[in-house]
């Protein structure tokens, strides 16, 4: 039923914002004369590389230092990437994943190899499932660049104070992964464009009633600091992104 619920909206998806889509690919294809389509490998379900496509929204060759996190100073990304990331269009073509198979609408983000390097073994269970568009935590940090902002390494802070809860929020889907719960996290995807913060009180409610913890129900309304936390699997912080 989730494959078929996958295809059938992924299918409508591209049909719909193709008229975009060919828009965004022409504009991006203007300002460098470049392909206007980021593809790049990801860990998918099982572990197994597939080929994420994405619209470019940064200079060509730009993960060619290894920096895997993105802020939104990042001097990388171009001037049209920036509004395509903060509207999220630079995830429309990632449909087409969706409608081979390689990605579910809801799902856990998928990641490179070297981030799903250093998962511990409980955060390994992410990779049980498809990736996904969007699922629990990508609504929780859609303002993932705002957060890395400012850091002297971006790759550092993310595992320091973006992956355990990203990872925990990420388990929790895998254990409860349901068609109702999909369709729930579909729409408060769109909804959050809209209003953001009822947004996130709709989806800490959710939580909620998953069973997830008072820190993570807290985590999820996004209304305090993020702190530093060791990740799922782990008694220690995240001192230094390679292991």
């Known amino acids: 039923m989730k494959r078929l619920f996958d ?3 992924a299918l409508l998806g591209l049909i719909v914002l ?5 828009i965004l690919c022409l504009l991006i294809w203007l300002q460098d004369r470049h392909s206007p389509f980021y593809i790049a490998t990801r860990m998918g379900r099982g572990e197994k590389p597939y080929r994420m496509i994405k619209l470019r929204s940064m200079i060509i060759r730009a993960d060619a230092n290894k920096v895997d996190s993105t802020a939104n100073n990042d001097p990388r990304i171009t001037v049209i990437g920036r509004t395509i990331r903060r509207c999220k269009f630079d ?6 994943n969706v409608l081979v198979g390689e990605m579910s609408l809801v799902g856990p983000r998928p990641n490179v190899a070297r981030e799903t390097d250093l ?3 409980e955060e390994k269970r992410l990779l049980s499932v498809r990736p996904g568009i969007t699922d629990i935590s990508s609504i929780v940090f859609s303002d993932e660049g705002s957060i890395l902002e ?3 390494d971006p790759d550092l802070a993310y595992n320091q104070i973006i992956r355990p809860y ?3 929020l990420g388990l929790l889907y895998v254990d409860h992964a349901s068609l109702g719960l999909n369709i729930k996290l579909v729409v408060l995807t769109l909804f959050s464009a809209v209003d953001r913060r009822a947004a996130l009180e709709r989806l800490a409610r959710i939580v909620d009633g ?3 913890s008072q ?3 807290t985590i999820t309304k996004r209304i305090e600091p993020l702190r530093a936390a060791p990740p799922p699997g782990n008694t220690e912080i995240v001192q230094a992104r390679r292991t």
């Open 7 to 9: 295809f059938t909206a």
């Open 18 to 22: 193709s008229p975009l889509l060919l």
């Open 91 to 96: 995830e429309i073509p990632q449909l087409w």
């Open 119 to 121: 998962y511990t073994s």
């Open 150 to 152: 400012g850091k002297p």
């Open 166 to 168: 990203k990872s925990r």
């Open 210 to 212: 998953l069973g997830a």
């Open 215 to 217: 820190e993570l129900v």
